[in-house]
C-alpha cells in the first residue's frame, strides 16, 4: 500500500499562528434533513474531500459555517434560524434563534447570504452570528427585511462543543437588501468590515466588528439607487473591488451588475458602476477570481466574465459558460442550472443549481482569461443532492495593508504558503501546480526536488508545470513571498508511471516538521505513528551532522549555530526511509 503524507514547515509570527484556514469545511445537503442528506466538503487535502452522512442539520439559502483556525475541525453552523455545533447537533441555547421572525422555517432561511459567523476580534473563544430578521410583507416589498440581529458563542462551553450565551440581539433596524450579508477584513488586519445594502435606495450601510462588539459605523451614498433584487454581495478576496449581482422585476428586466471600489482603511465604497445584463433568466451568482482581477456573473443559463483590469468594464464581457442540458435524473427532473457561487480554498468557483439536485458546477482556472478559465457544467456528481446552497464567508487569509494609515496593530502581513497540483491528461510525468497561498504574496519561488532536471528544477511563474525526470519521491516546495516576510511550504509527491496504465499518487499525513526560526529548534511530530524512529541530519554536502537512535516523537532538535542553507533530515523506520528537505534562513 502507498501511504500518502505532506511535510508543513511553519515559519512562526503572529499571523501565521491564527493560520487563517477558518473555510476549509462546508456542510451542505437537502433542506428537509432526513436520511443521509448532509455532506461535507473538506478542503485540507490536496483534493476536495466529500463525506455524505445523517445529520439534523436543514440547510436552504441561507448557510454559514466556521471551522477552527487550522481548518481541521467545524466550531459552528447557522442555517439563520437555529445554530449548530461541530457535531451538527443544535448547540445548547442555539434552537431557535431569530423569534417571531415572518418566514421561520425549519430547513433555515430562504434567502441567500442572510447569515455569517465572525470571531470576535482578540477574544478567540467567542463568535458572533449575524442574521437577518423578516417582518410581515407589505405593499412596497412582499420580503421586509428590517432588522440585523446577532448570538454569540463560547465554544469554550459544554467540553468544547459551544453554547449560545445571548440571541437575537439587536443590531439595527432598517431597510436591507435581501440577503447579501458580507465581510471584509479591517486594513488593520484585525477588525471586520460588515457591508448590507439598504433596499430600493442610494445607501449602503457599514458596521464595524472590532473588540468591543459590533457598532454600525456610517452609511455610503450612491450617486444612483441600487437595483435591489435576489442575488449575491461578494469582495474581491484582495478587498478593493465590492460586487452586488441583481435579479429584476421577476426577472424580466435582466440583471445587473453593480461594482464598486472599496477602501478597507475607511470602509468607503466608491466609483459605482451600474452593468444591465439584459438576460431574463434571472439567478445573480457572483464570484471573483482569486487574483481579484476577473469576475464571473451567472444567470440560471449563462456565465459572464468581466476583466476588471480594462477601462471599461462592461465591454470586456464575455460569455464563458452556457446551460448545456444537464438534467438531475437522480432525484427532481430539473434542469441543473447555474445558481449562487463561491469561490473555494481550492481557487476554484463553485456552483450551485437553482433546485435540489446532485450536481455542482465550477469554474477550474478562475484566473485566467476568456474560455481557458474552465467553466464545467456537472463536475462535480454529489454524494446527496443540494439545496440550492454555498456558504457564506470572508476572506479569511487578507491581512493589513501595510504602511497604511490603518496599519497600527503590528501585525505583519506575512504570507502564507499553499498550494495543490493536478496531473497531465497525457504524461503522468508532468506535473500542474497551483498556487494557492494568503496574504497578498508578490513573489513566488518553486523548487521541485528534481535536481536531473537542471535549471528546470526551479521557476518564479505563480501556477507552474514541471516535468520529472523519473518516477519517484519528490519533495517540491514553495516560498511565497511579499515585502513583510516569506513563508514556505513543502509536501512529497509519489510519482509513478507503470506499463499498465499512469498512475499519480500522493502521500498521506505521516511526519510532519516544523520549523521554528525564533525559536531555533525543529519540531518532528507524528500524528499516526507512536514507533520509535532513527532520525539523521544532513547538510548540503550530504555531510551527516548528528544521528539520533530509537527516538519517540514528537522530537524537538535545536538549530543554534546552524548556518542558512538547505538541510536534510532523514527518518528510518519500518525498513523505510524519508527524508525531508529543510531551509532554515
Known sequence: MITKYFIVFIFLSPL?????????NWILGYLSGFGPHTMQFDFNENELRITNYHSNYKVDHGNAIISTPDGKNILAMSNGY?????????????????????FYSIYGSSLPQSVLILNLPNAPQLYKVLYFWEDQPRRDSFIQVNRLLQATINIELENGLGRVIESDVLVDDDAFEFGKLQACRHANGRDWWIV?????????????????????????????????????????????????????????????????????CAGLISNMKSIHIPDTLGSGGLAFSPDSRKLYFGTSKRIYQFDLTQS????????????????????????????????APDHKIYIATTT???????????????????????????????????????????????GSICDSLGIDNIPLARWRYEKNSTNDLTIHFRDLSGFQPTEWSWDFGDLNSGVENYSSVQHPSHLFSINGIYTVCLTARNSSGSHSLCKN???????????????????????????????????????????ELINHQAYSLAKFDHVTLPFEI????????????????KNIWFVQKLLII
Open 16 to 24: 501565521s499562528l491564527k493560520a487563517q484556514f477558518e473555510d476549509h
Open 82 to 102: 437555529t445554530i449548530y455545533n461541530r457535531n451538527l447537533d443544535t448547540m445548547v441555547n442555539g434552537g431557535r434563534i431569530n423569534l417571531k421572525t415572518a
Open 196 to 264: 448590507i445594502p439598504r433596499r430600493y435606495s442610494k445607501q449602503i450601510l457599514v458596521y464595524l466588528l472590532e473588540p468591543q462588539g459590533i457598532r454600525k459605523s456610517h452609511e455610503v451614498e450612491l450617486p444612483i439607487p441600487i437595483k435591489t433584487g435576489i442575488g449575491q454581495a461578494q469582495f474581491s478576496p484582495d478587498g478593493t473591488k465590492y460586487g452586488i449581482s441583481q435579479s429584476q422585476d421577476n426577472f424580466r428586466q435582466g440583471d445587473y451588475l453593480e461594482l464598486f471600489d472599496f477602501d478597507r
Open 312 to 343: 471599461d468594464v462592461a465591454k470586456s464581457k464575455v460569455l464563458v459558460g452556457s446551460y448545456g442540458g444537464l438534467i438531475d435524473s437522480f432525484f427532481s427532473g430539473a434542469e441543473c442550472n447555474t445558481g449562487p457561487m463561491v469561490l
Open 356 to 402: 435540489g439536485t446532485y450536481w455542482m458546477h465550477t469554474i477550474e482556472y478562475p484566473d485566467s482569461l476568456g474560455a481557458a478559465c474552465r467553466f464545467k457544467e456537472g463536475s462535480l456528481h454529489l454524494p446527496s443532492p443540494n439545496t440550492r446552497s454555498v456558504p457564506s464567508y470572508p476572506n479569511f487569509r487578507l491581512g493589513p495593508i501595510d
Open 493 to 535: 509527491i509519489d510519482i509513478q508511471v507503470t506499463n499498465n496504465a499512469d498512475q499519480h499518487k500522493t502521500i498521506e499525513t505521516l511526519y510532519q516538521l516544523s520549523y521554528y526560526p525564533t525559536h531555533e529548534k525543529i519540531m518532528i511530530q507524528s500524528p499516526q505513528n507512536s514507533d520509535p524512529v532513527y532520525i
Open 558 to 573: 535545536s538549530t543554534v549555530n546552524w548556518k542558512p542553507g538547505i538541510y536534510y533530515v532523514r527518518i528510518y523506520n
